[in-house]
C-alpha cells in the first residue's frame, strides 16, 4: 500500500466551438465503492475541435488504501453530472514505505490557467531509445513550427508546422529509423525561437 503510479491522460473535444467543463478523477475500491473525487479543477475552457494531452501524471496511493483491485477513472462533466469518462485498473499488492496520508495528483495543476510565455519545457527521456516526448507551451494561439535538425544542421523531419491553440503541449518523436547521435530540436512560435538538444542512444 502507498506508492504512486504515472499516466498520460488526452482530452478532446470534439465541437466547432470551446467549451467550458469540470474535470475530476476517482476511483473504485477493491469492495465496489466510488471514492473521490481525488482531484477536481472547474470550468476549464477547452478550444475548438483540439486536445491537450498531460504526460507523466503522477498519482500517489494512500497509505491506508486497502490490498486489491481498483479502477482509476478520470471524468469531464459539469460536477458532479458526468459528460464521459475513461479508467484503467490497478492493483494494490504491498506495503511500500513512500506511502502518504492522502491521494495525490501531481501534474493537472496546469489545467487552472494558460501558461504566461512561450517555452520549450524539454524532452523526456534524454537520452533516449528511441522514442521521446518533447514538451513546449503557448500562451496564446499562433503558428507554431517543431522542428528536428542533426549536427550537420540538416532538417530531419518537421513534427509541427500549423496553427496551434495556446496550452500545454507535447510531440512524440520517433527516432528509431535514424542513427544514433546528437540531434537538436528547434521551437518558433511568433517572435519565440528556441533550440534544444538530445541525445539518441540505440
Not at 74 to 95: E, K, L, M, Q, R
Request: glycine content about 10%.
Amino acid at each position: 500500500r502507498g506508492g504512486h503510479f504515472f499516466y498520460h491522460a488526452k482530452i478532446i473535444n470534439h465541437a466547432d466551438t470551446s467549451v467550458n467543463l469540470d474535470c475530476w478523477v476517482g476511483v473504485t475500491l477493491p469492495n465496489g465503492t466510488p471514492f473521490g473525487p481525488l482531484k477536481l479543477y472547474e470550468d476549464i475552457t477547452f478550444p475548438a475541435s483540439d486536445s491537450v494531452t498531460f504526460s507523466n501524471l503522477r498519482q500517489h496511493v494512500r497509505q491506508a488504501a486497502p490490498l486489491g483491485d481498483y479502477q482509476y477513472i478520470g471524468y469531464i462533466g459539469d460536477y458532479p453530472t458526468v459528460y464521459d469518462s475513461s479508467y484503467f485498473p490497478f492493483t494494490v499488492t504491498a506495503d511500500v514505505v513512500d506511502g502518504g496520508d492522502a491521494w495525490f495528483l501531481e501534474g493537472w495543476d496546469r489545467l487552472g490557467g494558460l501558461p504566461p510565455v512561450a517555452e520549450v519545457v524539454g524532452n523526456h527521456p534524454n537520452p533516449f531509445n528511441a522514442v521521446t516526448v518533447i514538451k513546449y507551451q503557448l500562451p496564446a494561439v499562433g503558428y507554431v513550427k517543431l522542428e528536428v535538425y542533426n549536427t550537420l544542421g540538416q532538417r530531419v523531419v518537421t513534427l509541427v508546422n500549423s496553427k496551434q491553440q495556446a496550452g500545454y503541449r507535447s510531440v512524440i518523436w520517433d527516432g528509431s529509423k535514424v542513427s544514433s547521435g546528437l540531434y537538436f530540436y528547434r521551437l518558433t512560435a511568433g517572435d519565440y525561437t528556441e533550440t534544444r538538444r538530445m541525445m539518441l542512444v540505440k
